[in-house]
């Protein structure tokens, strides 16, 4: 059988206790949050950020210049990606 203790505590200090409690998990909660997906942009979209044509985007895809997701038959472009084409592109 567990040991039961029985001890008195003001009311008021039960409730600070768990309101502590309470914010403590809750904390912890926020910080275990999932991150927001990332942005995936159109090809029209990439291109123009980028500075080039939809052929020349095709073009940087098949050569691995920047990467690209498929969606079905869709093409995306995330964020990431697209920042990093746009430093490696504009460097060389």
Not at 28 to 35: A, I, M, S, V
Not at 52 to 59: A, D, K, R, V
């Amino acid at each position: 059988m567990n040991n039961l203790i029985l001890h008195q505590t003001p009311l008021e200090d039960i409730k600070a206790i768990i309101v502590e409690a309470v914010a403590e998990q809750f904390k912890k909660c926020q910080l275990n949050k999932p991150e927001e997906p990332e942005r995936l942009f159109k090809r029209g979209e990439t291109s123009k950020t980028l500075g080039i044509s939809l052929p020349t985007l095709w073009e940087y895809t098949k050569s691995g210049k920047i990467k690209a997701v498929r969606i079905g038959s869709q093409v995306r472009y995330r964020q990431s990606d697209i920042d990093f084409a746009l430093k490696t592109i504009v460097v060389k």
